[in-house]
């Protein structure tokens, strides 16, 4: 069994540099070149399934994914992007956000934690392991989910958490 995760293509607020929790935006048509571009790379390998976040720029990609390689798409709501409350929409530099999320376990003011996201998430992977043993899974989320998936395979530092970044449409591969 494989495990396959990518982040969702370009969004106009990833272009300006805004923090994009839960906000709910489409791709830009470079996000959408970036979702073609994944689905010719996802298309060299034997996916059975996608689970896609509910937010509109991965269900785009995970759209464009599934009609290239003819896999069928399940939303799981707990893939969604962290809910970073009052920083929805800030500059990603933003310098209180970025001291915030160096601390797992702090509850953005109106959002949640990184421990928060981490629980549903991995409680997920979980089942994935449990319900789709024979199958090579595509994960099509967000950033901060995609940091977390890769805390589920591979150890990681606070710092090398901290400073993980997964590009528009890139995807990384696990195996169980």
């Excluded at 571009?37 to 937010?55: R, T």
């Excluded at 929805?88 to 959002?111: I, Q, T």
Aim: proline share 1%; glycine share 6%; hydrophobic share 30%.
């Amino acid at each position: 069994m494989k495990i396959f995760s990518a982040r969702h293509g370009e969004t106009q607020w990833n272009k300006q540099n805004k923090i994009c929790g839960r906000t709910d935006i489409l791709l830009t048509d470079k996000g959408k070149k970036q979702a073609e571009k994944l689905a010719k790379e996802v298309q060299k390998h034997d996916i059975d399934i996608i689970i896609s976040s509910p937010l509109k720029r991965a269900q785009q990609t995970s759209e464009i994914v599934s009609k290239v390689c003819g896999v069928s798409i399940i939303t799981d709501d707990r893939l969604i992007e962290q809910d970073y409350g009052i920083y929805e929409g800030e500059d990603r530099n933003d310098f209180s956000f970025l001291e915030n999320k160096k601390h797992f376990a702090y509850k953005y003011p109106n959002g949640e934690s990184i421990m928060q996201v981490a629980h549903r998430v991995y409680e997920l992977l979980n089942e994935i392991k449990s319900n789709y043993n024979d199958k090579n899974v595509l994960l099509i989320s967000h950033g901060g989910v995609c940091r977390i998936i890769n805390t589920y395979f591979k150890d990681m530092t606070n710092d090398e958490f901290y400073n993980y970044t997964l590009n528009n449409a890139e995807l990384m591969e696990y195996s169980l």
